[in-house]
């Protein structure tokens, strides 16, 4: 079953606010235990949803 | 943090970023936001000191700062959608000619002062969510709609909600609010009556408010007038609800005059004519939000009671790389059940089951309810949560510091009390809500009052309104308007329409407070 254009981009919107709610959290956790291979890759993650936010909005 | 002009700029970019994204690309808030977040992000990690760490602990406070407005947004959509699925938006839409038939009536009493009641009610996005898509029905175009209430509300943010943001302002300033209270009074009383004719000139033009003008001058005058007695005595959490009842009460006597009656031709309704029991359930959801708003605020048992549960989080001290401090602090403190969003979720509930009894509602309308709402939300809470994170970012390495200390430092004493309100304006306009700009700037604004030997009470009674005003044109707060009206994604045209008429009462406020301040320092 396709999934029509609009119910898609609502579902991708919705992952990228979850996703950005919760990787400062993540970033947060990682940092404070020396995780900093990780904390790269949450800050990475983090900053790359917004550009998504810049040029697919 | 040493203050440059270089600095200066630096500090202000963030913000410049989002004002020419949407104001001359007409790119929407969400995106123009996101944007400005980059921006922010590369200005404090490479000339402000910022990390890594600090990134993670602004998000993390931006997110508990996004998540008390969503639960509010959240909820006036669901609000929204449920009066759009039982048709009652337009049901209204066909009752307000039946107070009066004269168009300015009908506008001022829609997009001035019912939705400065609804301020009062339910805060954040309300006030817009349930006015706009009212004149929208009533045949006005979504983006005049948008600015009209927008504009039309804008004084009453400052005492709205429970003058959280008022009290905000004399927690950070201590200062007390018996001594600012009677200027703010003035100030916001000062913005009445451009705020009026604004409203009139765009829905009605010029003949309009020719005609409208008596009655705007004499609903300027007793909300006036009941603000300021409101105000003296301390009733500051009422200084929104009070004058906007006594702004209703007065254009409803003035519709009795032969004037402001109308003829009958000015009726354009299809010839739909609606019963005084539909029309009283078609009200329900308004009519119980006030209710229960009323009872959560008012009734002091039961708000004291629902005050019981208080959440709080404790952040640690943050030092920036070049030495800026953001003191250990708590986030503020949310009472989840005495929360206005609850107040919303409940009246919903409610309503819903009134609606469905009376048949307007089937049972395919949850469905659809939930669906309009989830669609609606979504660009709405990004929007919010990103422009929440720039702020954020700003604060903790010292940007949003540097911008206010620049202002404060470089204009002189008989400048800077017209400037204040401006300031106020932009610490608004970026973080969303009148209560942060205050929280940003109030203690900072006493602090330049008292070197400049100016009256601190005026400069920071100045402060709020500025704020207040400022707030409703800020991208996170169009988002959610032009939700409503479907024109989500568009918030750069609506706030390039609305800018230049939201400045003109800010203007006034900042004309008022240069000219009192130099008349209270004896005209030096």
């Given at each position: 079953?396709?999934?029509?254009?609009?119910?898609?981009?609502?579902?991708?919107?919705?992952?990228?606010?979850?996703?950005?709610?919760?990787?400062?959290?993540?970033?947060?956790f990682a940092l404070r235990n020396d995780y900093t291979i990780l904390g790269r890759i949450i800050s990475a993650i983090?900053?790359?949803?917004?550009?998504?936010?810049?040029?697919?909005? | 943090?040493?203050?440059?002009?270089?600095?200066?700029?630096?500090?202000?970019?963030?913000?410049?970023?989002?004002?020419?994204?949407?104001?001359?690309?007409?790119?929407?808030?969400?995106?123009?936001?996101?944007?400005?977040?980059?921006?922010?992000?590369?200005?404090?990690?490479?000339?402000?000191?910022?990390?890594?760490?600090?990134?993670?602990?602004?998000?993390?406070?931006?997110?508990?700062?996004?998540?008390?407005?969503?639960?509010?947004?959240?909820?006036?959509?669901?609000?929204?959608?449920?009066?759009?699925?039982?048709?009652?938006?337009?049901?209204?839409?066909?009752?307000?000619?039946?107070?009066?038939?004269?168009?300015?009536?009908?506008?001022?009493?829609?997009?001035?002062?019912?939705?400065?009641?609804?301020?009062?009610?339910?805060?954040?996005?309300?006030?817009?969510?349930?006015?706009?898509?009212?004149?929208?029905?009533?045949?006005?175009?979504?983006?005049?709609?948008?600015?009209?209430?927008?504009?039309?509300?804008?004084?009453?943010?400052?005492?709205?909600?429970?003058?959280?943001?008022?009290?905000?302002?004399?927690?950070?300033?201590?200062?007390?609010?018996?001594?600012?209270?009677?200027?703010?009074?003035?100030?916001?009383?000062?913005?009445?009556?451009?705020?009026?004719?604004?409203?009139?000139?765009?829905?009605?033009?010029?003949?309009?408010?020719?005609?409208?003008?008596?009655?705007?001058?004499?609903?300027?005058?007793?909300?006036?007038?009941?603000?300021?007695?409101?105000?003296?005595?301390?009733?500051?959490?009422?200084?929104?609800?009070?004058?906007?009842?006594?702004?209703?009460?007065?254009?409803?006597?003035?519709?009795?005059?032969?004037?402001?009656?109308?003829?009958?031709?000015?009726?354009?309704?299809?010839?739909?004519?609606?019963?005084?029991?539909?029309?009283?359930?078609?009200?329900?959801?308004?009519?119980?939000?006030?209710?229960?708003?009323?009872?959560?605020?008012?009734?002091?048992?039961?708000?004291?009671?629902?005050?019981?549960?208080?959440?709080?989080?404790?952040?640690?001290?943050?030092?920036?790389?070049?030495?800026?401090?953001?003191?250990?602090?708590?986030?503020?403190?949310?009472?989840?059940?005495?929360?206005?969003?609850?107040?919303?979720?409940?009246?919903?509930?409610?309503?819903?089951?009134?609606?469905?009894?009376?048949?307007?509602?089937?049972?395919?309308?949850?469905?659809?309810?939930?669906?309009?709402?989830?669609?609606?939300?979504?660009?709405?809470?990004?929007?919010?949560?990103?422009?929440?994170?720039?702020?954020?970012?700003?604060?903790?390495?010292?940007?949003?510091?540097?911008?206010?200390?620049?202002i404060a430092e470089t204009i002189n004493a008989v400048i800077y009390p017209a400037v204040v309100p401006f300031v106020?304006?932009?610490?608004?306009?970026?973080?969303?809500?009148?209560?942060?700009?205050?929280?940003?700037?109030?203690?900072?604004?006493?602090?330049?009052?008292?070197?400049?030997?100016?009256?601190?009470?005026?400069?920071?009674?100045?402060?709020?309104?500025?704020a207040s005003m400022g707030s409703v044109m800020s991208p996170t707060k169009l988002i959610v308007s032009c939700i409503?009206?479907?024109?989500?994604?568009?918030?750069?045209?609506?706030?390039?329409?609305?800018?230049?008429?939201?400045?003109?009462?800010?203007?006034?406020?900042?004309?008022?407070?240069?000219?009192?301040?130099?008349?209270?320092?004896?005209?030096?």
């Amino acid at each position: 079953m396709s999934l029509s254009k609009e119910t898609k981009k609502f579902r991708i919107n919705m992952l990228v606010l979850v996703i950005e709610a919760l990787l400062p959290f993540l970033l947060l956790f990682a940092l404070r235990n020396d995780y900093t291979i990780l904390g790269r890759i949450i800050s990475a993650i983090l900053v790359l949803g917004i550009i998504y936010l810049v040029v697919f909005k | 943090m040493e203050l440059t002009f270089g600095n200066w700029l630096l500090s202000f970019l963030p913000i410049l970023t989002v004002i020419v994204l949407m104001l001359l690309f007409k790119w929407g808030a969400l995106r123009a936001g996101a944007m400005s977040w980059l921006v922010a992000l590369a200005v404090s990690l490479i000339f402000f000191g910022g990390s890594w760490l600090i990134l993670a602990w602004s998000q993390v406070k931006a997110l508990v700062l996004a998540a008390n407005l969503l639960v509010l947004i959240w909820g006036a959509l669901l609000l929204y959608s449920l009066a759009n699925e039982a048709g009652s938006i337009r049901a209204i839409s066909l009752f307000i000619p039946r107070l009066s038939n004269d168009r300015s009536i009908q506008l001022l009493l829609i997009a001035w002062l019912l939705t400065s009641f609804l301020q009062g009610m339910g805060g954040f996005g309300v006030a817009v969510a349930v006015c706009a898509p009212i004149l929208v029905a009533m045949g006005y175009s979504p983006i005049l709609a948008i600015v009209m209430t927008t504009i039309g509300h804008g004084w009453a943010v400052s005492f709205g909600g429970m003058a959280s943001a008022f009290e905000s302002l004399i927690a950070v300033a201590h200062v007390p609010g018996m001594l600012i209270a009677p200027y703010a009074a003035v100030l916001f009383a000062l913005s009445f009556m451009p705020t009026g004719v604004i409203i009139t000139l765009l829905g009605t033009g010029w003949k309009g408010v020719r005609h409208a003008f008596p009655a705007i001058l004499a609903v300027s005058l007793t909300m006036g007038a009941s603000l300021y007695v409101l105000n003296i005595n301390g009733f500051w959490s009422l200084s929104t609800i009070g004058p906007s009842l006594v702004g209703i009460a007065t254009l409803v006597l003035l519709t009795r005059l032969p004037g402001y009656h109308g003829t009958k031709d000015a009726i354009s309704n299809g010839g739909q004519e609606l019963q005084t029991r539909d029309l009283l359930v078609h009200l329900t959801p308004y009519i119980l939000l006030v209710v229960i708003g009323f009872a959560v605020a008012l009734i002091r048992p039961l708000n004291a009671f629902l005050n019981r549960v208080s959440i709080s989080l404790a952040y640690p001290e943050i030092v920036s790389g070049l030495g800026f401090v953001t003191p250990a602090e708590s986030s503020p403190i949310l009472h989840p059940f005495s929360h206005p969003g609850t107040v919303l979720f409940v009246t919903v509930l409610l309503s819903y089951l009134v609606l469905k009894r009376e048949g307007m509602l089937n049972h395919t309308s949850p469905r659809r309810i939930l669906s309009l709402t989830s669609h609606n939300s979504v660009d709405g809470s990004l929007g919010i949560v990103v422009m929440a994170g720039v702020s954020t970012i700003m604060t903790h390495v010292g940007m949003t510091s540097t911008l206010a200390r620049g202002i404060a430092e470089t204009i002189n004493a008989v400048i800077y009390p017209a400037v204040v309100p401006f300031v106020g304006m932009i610490g608004a306009f970026l973080t969303g809500t009148n209560n942060n700009s205050n929280i940003l700037f109030g203690a900072l604004q006493a602090e330049a009052a008292a070197l400049l030997k100016l009256n601190v009470p005026l400069i920071l009674a100045a402060q709020h309104a500025g704020a207040s005003m400022g707030s409703v044109m800020s991208p996170t707060k169009l988002i959610v308007s032009c939700i409503t009206v479907g024109l989500g994604g568009q918030e750069g045209k609506v706030l390039r329409k609305m800018i230049g008429y939201g400045l003109i009462p800010i203007s006034v406020v900042a004309i008022a407070t240069g000219i009192w301040s130099w008349l209270l320092s004896g005209g030096a």
